[in-house]
């Protein structure tokens, strides 16, 4: 017998399932899309688990009868399009007529749904159909108002290996959260609503305006900072909202991206945002941007991957020119307000003013180095009182010796010490220090953010917890529904690793106290920002708890460190020295960044040809 076999429909259904669903979040992308597309003006979500136990989406579109119900369960039915023509110019976000059975083929799942002609009748007769891993176990009529509901329980149940890829409760919640925020973006006039166990996450009845939409589901804080973006050029209309260059993230999530109603990952789009930014804010941070995109459907090819998520342009520079065009525009400066805005922003390039202030900041950092030491030449006060006795023989007076006028041998080193001893500071950011081995700059913040990350985790991990201070005043938080999401789940091992925060109203928060390391920090709300993003971001080893742990650690320590351009005291730079060397791993920082830089001994004998 042959090799090579063909696989049971069961087992093909199921690989093909996995290219579709892939987490809960996906299963809700594709049944909203399906609602959108019947026309409905109310989406409803429900989910238990963050979606692991069961995601209700609940539509008043216009519903199947009992026999498309029926056929929407085969693979590739579809009521989208129905010859290569219509392939060409998608107006839906459907056509691939593959997420429902693949659903079904890894769920339990419930329809009912009535057809809405047959809706106007007294007492309308619907369609109930229960299918359990792809087989169908129940199709029956009932009495069912109007519209569609879809009821998918215990997903992946019959494929483990896909459930134990599937993340925390607040990760996932997380996606779903983000995934139904950005289409009821895309769709202000529908009402959306998403609920998780018992609380609402997502409320928002239909908009009259984008703007309007954006308020209820981002909150007026977000607002502020953007500006609106509206052009059209060469059939390329562009519109929606981009941030002024001083409101900078340091990751993507902020971008949402729309074409045709379709939320999408393009690298075009996104590239042709960042050319329009790349002379007002640096090349690591990230603009916040609504971006929707509408071009004639045929101009693109959404039939790229079946979660359709990606797209191609069929003339991607003519939208690259658009979208850069409208952009650029929108942050043009129109009033005195914002072009003092620009000018406040730390550039991304150094231009010939900048290079200017550098300089001016090394020649006054040299004079009150030379303030601070007024006696020393070197500046190695420490050095010198060091008892003589270390070194024998001592060491010839100036000017004796040998008869070689550049001096000769080569320099005592054995007395030094072996810790590091500082000499002083360069540049208000990098402290200097000498060791036996050589010199070396030490970059102020990442060091100290070494030093509070380690501590943060020791403490964390400790039996008395992480010491906890109290905020005078409580600081509050605006949330998305995103951050809403993956807070609510969390508040509690929040609140154990030292951030005491509290629900404020309906989507903002409250807080009230704060690990020790990190009060006095003028960036607390952005901390707990940092984490709630961090945790739903993807990826990340460890259990649930360790994750916390390590996305608190990074934050803390990345916002509440010295920042570079600081003067410090010989003090502080002691203190960070001695603190940085106690550290396993004083040479990165947490994110892998070198701390220390150094210039051995025999490289500077050697720059000085002395070996
Ligand atoms: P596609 O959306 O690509 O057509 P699906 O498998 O998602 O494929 O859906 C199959 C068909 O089922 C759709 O074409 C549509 O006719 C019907 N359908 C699915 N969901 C709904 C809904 N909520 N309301 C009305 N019809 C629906
Ligand atoms: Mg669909």
Redesign the pocket.
Not at 92 to 101: M, V
């Given at each position: 017998m042959g090799k090579v076999r063909v696989l049971p429909e069961i087992l093909i259904r199921q690989i093909a399932a996995g290219e579709i669903v892939e987490r809960p979040a996906s299963v809700v992308k594709?049944?909203v899309?399906?609602?959108l597309?019947?026309e409905a003006n109310r989406v409803r979500v429900e989910v238990s688990q963050g979606g692991k136990r069961s995601i209700l989406v609940a539509?008043d579109?216009?519903?199947?009868s009992a026999e498309?119900a029926r056929t929407?369960f085969e693979h590739h039915?579809?009521?989208?399009i129905r010859d290569f023509e219509d392939l060409e110019a998608i107006r839906?976000?459907?056509?691939?007529?593959?997420?429902?059975?693949s659903i079904a083929a890894v769920s339990r799942l419930r329809v009912r749904?009535v057809e809405r002609e047959a809706a106007r009748g007294e007492a309308p007769l619907g369609t109930e159909l229960r299918i359990e891993g792809g087989e169908t176990r129940s199709a029956v009529e009932i009495s069912w108002p109007a519209?569609?509901e879809?009821l998918v329980e215990d997903l992946f149940y019959n494929v483990p290996a896909r459930r134990k890829f599937l993340k925390t409760v607040a990760t996932e919640i997380g996606h779903v959260s983000r995934q139904l925020t950005e289409y009821a973006l895309a769709h202000p006039r529908v009402e959306f609503e998403l609920r998780h166990e018992s609380r609402s996450l997502i409320d928002a009845p239909a908009a009259g305006s984008l703007e309007d939409r954006v308020y209820q589901l981002l909150g007026e804080s977000f607002l502020e900072n953007l500006v609106p973006v509206e052009q059209e050029r060469d059939g390329v209309r562009v519109h929606g909202f981009t941030s002024l260059p001083h409101e900078q993230r340091s990751s993507g999530r902020h971008l949402h991206l729309f074409v045709n109603g379709r939320v999408v990952r393009d690298r075009v789009i996104v590239h042709a945002l960042r050319q329009a930014y790349r002379d007002r804010i640096p090349s690591s941070a990230h603009p916040v941007a609504l971006l929707f995109v509408e071009v004639d459907p045929a101009e693109v090819d959404v039939n790229v991957h079946p979660s359709k998520i990606e797209i191609r342009f069929r003339d991607s520079e003519r939208v690259h020119r658009a979208i850069r065009h409208a952009v650029e525009d929108a942050l043009v400066p129109r009033s005195g307000g914002l072009s003092e805005l620009a000018h406040d922003l730390p550039a991304g390039r150094t231009t010939a003013g900048d290079a200017e202030a550098a300089r001016r900041g090394v020649a006054r950092s040299i004079e009150k180095f030379f303030e601070r030491h007024p006696d020393s030449s070197l500046g190695f006060p420490e050095l010198r009182r060091r008892p003589a006795a270390v070194s024998e023989p001592p060491p010839p007076p100036f000017g004796s010796g040998s008869e070689d006028p550049h001096g000769d041998g080569i320099p005592e080193t054995a007395h030094l010490s072996p810790i590091p001893i500082v000499l002083g500071q360069f540049v208000e950011s990098f402290v200097v220090a000498a060791d036996r081995e050589g010199v070396m700059l030490i970059d102020q913040h990442v060091a100290h953010e070494r030093i509070l990350y380690d501590r943060a985790l020791r403490e964390m991990a400790s039996e008395r917890g992480i010491a906890v201070q109290r905020l005078l005043v409580p600081q509050t938080l605006e949330l998305t529904p995103e951050q809403k999401a993956v807070l609510e789940p969390t508040l509690e091992r929040l609140r154990e690793n030292g951030f005491e925060v509290d629900w404020f109203g309906e989507r903002t928060v409250a807080i009230k106290g704060v690990p020790q390391l990190a009060a006095g920090s003028a960036a607390i709300p952005r901390m707990l920002e940092d984490i709630l993003e961090g945790l739903n971001a993807s990826g990340g080893n460890g259990t649930a708890l360790e994750r916390l742990r390590e996305k608190i650690a990074i934050s803390l320590s990345c916002r509440a460190a010295i920042k570079i351009n600081t003067p410090l005291n010989a003090e502080k730079m002691r203190w960070l020295v001695d603190e940085l060397f106690r550290c396993e791993n004083p040479y990165t920082c947490p994110h892998g960044r070198p701390i220390v830089l150094r210039l051995g001994i025999e490289e500077v004998l050697r720059g000085f040809h002395r070996i």
């Open positions: 594709e049944l899309e399906n609602s597309d019947a539509d579109g216009t519903g199947m498309d929407a039915a579809t009521s989208k839906t976000l459907g056509f691939r007529g593959e997420a429902l059975p749904t519209g569609t879809i």
